[in-house]
């Protein structure tokens, strides 16, 4: 489903002159319907990577394929939920749930259908005609997943959706999202840097380290579905990834590792 | 392992129902010394233009008019006494069309080349310099060009109104434009926006603010440049053009009433229509308040 080979990317600052490698030499590759959760230390180029599938940037050099074909540009077919709300502020809830639908030509009745739809679906109802800057940092991220939802995207791309959110509404938009993924299945790539949110939410944990380091480790989570956070088995996978982080060779190893109770994060966001 | 949605992510901020009485008589208070400082606001100009009117008229012996004596003349006028000519009526439906003229060509145009400017680099350094230099020119320094392209003619009028109002509605536009977050523009490439929504649902409505703040000052731009242009152009009709002409007669009064007429109608579109509407869209889209 979603393919990069030998992808590197290269940051050119033109007032310097100096290049930041982003990325180096990356393979990776998701199959259809997986939810792989990219995990690693602030700037090791998580986003970039991101980017890259989404069609923001362009590779340097190497291979980004997504559904057999080549990524050229953004588009409806991966679906872009961002760390930052990024919800049109003119914009109703509504409008802004129909505002893919309509760039897709949608026809009007259809569309009410599918965004009342996405809205229930998020638990938003009641706020169908608020605007952005009367919601919650929760609900926005809210409405962004419906929006991208309501497109029925091949693939949704996450960056750190839920890492500005305090710890209670990052809980319960993880289980939201588990919540609606089981509804709708979709090939996920979730971008974070927190462990354990990694764990209980991945099939699949991919460790990327700053360049040239590239991906150091890739680990199946086989807890069967649905998970409880609590329990002993996504402990237990919590405590052997960050065993498996702690043997990595370089600076991906969390220094406030196995702190049991804690939220167990990289450095940095 | 689905939750329900819980409560505190929900609500909106209530209205603090308990503390209402005590903030109403608050609030009250407030408007009442607002009202006043308005009414202030008004009643001193006129008073000091009141004692100057008096003390000219005593020392100089010219018939420097009160505002009372403005009053009268207004109210006559009202009634269909001829201005120059002219009613009243006429001269002010005549100076508002040509301002609408303008002031039309000024906005659309200048949202036009602000989009363009705001959206690609080349063209805004291309051409910022000029609009730049544009609204250094004071607005009497239109009027040989205005001349020279349309002859002693309304046309000119129209062409002084939207060169002085163009400027700052470009560069406002602009500014707004640039300042539409790239995220935003991501978001809606990603949801498969084209070229042309991209312009029409997100960069204009994101520049909505900005934009609004450049026709506001565009207008007045164009409402002070009004009055020059008639009084020049000799347009045989107007507010501005009656301005000039009322005093070949020694109507005086009738001078200050267009001055006055001039003045509320500025007024009234620019704190009764333009200002509050700039103020609702920012206050809708939650945006803050930067003026
Ligand atoms: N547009 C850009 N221009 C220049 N450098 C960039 C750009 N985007 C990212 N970088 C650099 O690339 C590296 C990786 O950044 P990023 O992908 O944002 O990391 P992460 O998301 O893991 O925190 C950082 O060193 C960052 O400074
Ligand atoms: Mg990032």
């Given at each position: 489903m979603i393919e990069l080979q030998q992808v590197s990317k290269l940051f050119p600052n033109d007032e310097t002159g100096q290049v930041v490698q982003a990325l180096q030499d990356i393979d990776l590759s998701i199959g259809e319907n997986e939810f792989v959760c990219l995990l690693g230390p602030s700037g090791c180029g998580k986003s970039t990577l991101l980017n890259l599938v989404a069609g923001f940037e362009r590779p340097t050099s190497g291979r980004v394929i997504f559904d057999g074909e080549h990524v050229r540009q953004p588009g409806p077919d991966r679906g872009v939920v961002f760390q930052e709300p990024t919800l049109f502020p003119w914009l109703t809830v509504e409008q802004?749930?129909?505002?893919?639908?309509?760039?897709?030509?949608?026809?009007?009745?259809?569309?009410?259908?599918?965004?009342?739809?996405?809205?229930?679906?998020?638990?938003?109802?009641?706020?169908?005609?608020?605007?952005?800057?009367?919601?919650?940092?929760?609900?926005?991220?809210?409405?962004?997943?419906?929006?991208?939802?309501?497109?029925?995207?091949?693939?949704?791309?996450?960056?750190?959706?839920?890492?500005?959110?305090?710890?209670?509404?990052?809980?319960?938009?993880?289980?939201?999202?588990?919540?609606?993924?089981?509804?709708?299945?979709?090939?996920?790539?979730?971008?974070?840097?927190?462990?354990?949110?990694?764990?209980?939410?991945?099939?699949?944990?991919?460790?990327?380290?700053?360049?040239?380091?590239?991906?150091?480790?890739?680990?199946?989570?086989?807890?069967?579905?649905?998970?409880?956070?609590?329990?002993?088995?996504?402990?237990?996978?919590?405590?052997?990834?960050?065993?498996?982080?702690?043997?990595?060779?370089?600076?991906?190893?969390?220094?406030?590792?196995?702190?049991?109770?804690?939220?167990?994060?990289?450095?940095?966001? | 392992m689905s939750t329900s949605p819980g409560k505190a992510d929900f609500s909106l901020p209530p209205a603090g129902a308990a503390a209402a009485p005590v903030l109403r008589a608050a609030r009250q208070r407030q408007s009442l010394s607002g009202a006043l400082i308005a009414v202030a606001s008004v009643a001193i100009p006129l008073a000091i233009w009141w004692g100057v009117a008096v003390l000219v008229t005593h020392m100089r012996g010219v018939p420097f008019p009160t505002p009372l004596d403005t009053y009268r003349r207004l109210v006559a006028l009202l009634q269909g006494k001829l201005l120059v000519d002219f009613t009243i009526y006429r001269h002010?439906?005549?100076?508002?069309?040509?301002?609408?003229?303008?002031?039309?060509?000024?906005?659309?145009?200048?949202?036009?080349?602000?989009?363009?400017?705001?959206?690609?680099?080349?063209?805004?350094?291309?051409?910022?310099?000029?609009?730049?230099?544009?609204?250094?020119?004071?607005?009497?320094?239109?009027?040989?060009?205005?001349?020279?392209?349309?002859?002693?003619?309304e046309r000119t009028t129209v062409f002084m109104i939207a060169a002085t109002a163009l400027a700052p509605i470009v560069i406002n536009t602009t500014a707004g434009v640039k300042g539409v977050s790239e995220l935003l523009l991501r978001a809606a490439k990603m949801m498969g926006a084209d070229g042309r929504t991209l312009f029409l649902r997100v960069l204009l409505p994101g520049s909505l603010p900005h934009l609004l703040s450049g026709i506001r000052v565009g207008f007045a731009n164009g409402w002070r440049v009004l009055v020059a242009g008639e009084m020049v152009v000799g347009t045989a009709t107007g507010l501005g053009y009656s301005m000039i002409q009322a005093r070949w007669n020694l109507d005086y009064a009738g001078a200050f009433v267009c001055i006055a007429i001039i003045c509320i109608i500025g007024l009234i579109v620019e704190r009764g229509l333009l200002l509050p509407l700039e103020r609702r869209t920012i206050d809708r889209w939650g945006l803050a308040r930067t003026t």
């Amino acid at each position: 489903m979603i393919e990069l080979q030998q992808v590197s990317k290269l940051f050119p600052n033109d007032e310097t002159g100096q290049v930041v490698q982003a990325l180096q030499d990356i393979d990776l590759s998701i199959g259809e319907n997986e939810f792989v959760c990219l995990l690693g230390p602030s700037g090791c180029g998580k986003s970039t990577l991101l980017n890259l599938v989404a069609g923001f940037e362009r590779p340097t050099s190497g291979r980004v394929i997504f559904d057999g074909e080549h990524v050229r540009q953004p588009g409806p077919d991966r679906g872009v939920v961002f760390q930052e709300p990024t919800l049109f502020p003119w914009l109703t809830v509504e409008q802004n749930v129909a505002f893919g639908l309509r760039n897709l030509q949608v026809e009007a009745s259809e569309r009410k259908r599918i965004v009342s739809h996405f809205i229930s679906l998020v638990g938003l109802d009641s706020f169908a005609r608020a605007r952005p800057h009367q919601l919650s940092g929760g609900m926005k991220q809210r409405v962004a997943l419906a929006r991208v939802l309501a497109l029925d995207p091949g693939a949704l791309l996450m960056d750190e959706p839920f890492g500005a959110l305090d710890a209670q509404t990052r809980d319960r938009l993880q289980d939201e999202l588990l919540r609606v993924w089981e509804i709708h299945r979709k090939t996920v790539l979730f971008v974070t840097h927190n462990v354990e949110e990694a764990v209980y939410l991945a099939d699949r944990v991919t460790v990327l380290a700053p360049a040239p380091d590239s991906i150091t480790a890739d680990v199946p989570i086989s807890i069967p579905r649905p998970r409880d956070r609590f329990s002993p088995e996504v402990r237990e996978a919590t405590i052997a990834l960050l065993r498996v982080l702690a043997n990595l060779p370089c600076c991906v190893l969390p220094s406030q590792a196995e702190r049991p109770g804690q939220t167990v994060s990289l450095p940095g966001g | 392992m689905s939750t329900s949605p819980g409560k505190a992510d929900f609500s909106l901020p209530p209205a603090g129902a308990a503390a209402a009485p005590v903030l109403r008589a608050a609030r009250q208070r407030q408007s009442l010394s607002g009202a006043l400082i308005a009414v202030a606001s008004v009643a001193i100009p006129l008073a000091i233009w009141w004692g100057v009117a008096v003390l000219v008229t005593h020392m100089r012996g010219v018939p420097f008019p009160t505002p009372l004596d403005t009053y009268r003349r207004l109210v006559a006028l009202l009634q269909g006494k001829l201005l120059v000519d002219f009613t009243i009526y006429r001269h002010l439906g005549d100076s508002l069309r040509r301002w609408a003229i303008g002031f039309s060509l000024a906005v659309g145009l200048g949202i036009v080349s602000g989009l363009l400017f705001g959206w690609s680099r080349l063209l805004e350094r291309l051409s910022m310099p000029a609009v730049t230099v544009l609204q250094l020119i004071p607005g009497l320094a239109w009027i040989p060009v205005g001349i020279l392209l349309f002859g002693i003619s309304e046309r000119t009028t129209v062409f002084m109104i939207a060169a002085t109002a163009l400027a700052p509605i470009v560069i406002n536009t602009t500014a707004g434009v640039k300042g539409v977050s790239e995220l935003l523009l991501r978001a809606a490439k990603m949801m498969g926006a084209d070229g042309r929504t991209l312009f029409l649902r997100v960069l204009l409505p994101g520049s909505l603010p900005h934009l609004l703040s450049g026709i506001r000052v565009g207008f007045a731009n164009g409402w002070r440049v009004l009055v020059a242009g008639e009084m020049v152009v000799g347009t045989a009709t107007g507010l501005g053009y009656s301005m000039i002409q009322a005093r070949w007669n020694l109507d005086y009064a009738g001078a200050f009433v267009c001055i006055a007429i001039i003045c509320i109608i500025g007024l009234i579109v620019e704190r009764g229509l333009l200002l509050p509407l700039e103020r609702r869209t920012i206050d809708r889209w939650g945006l803050a308040r930067t003026t």
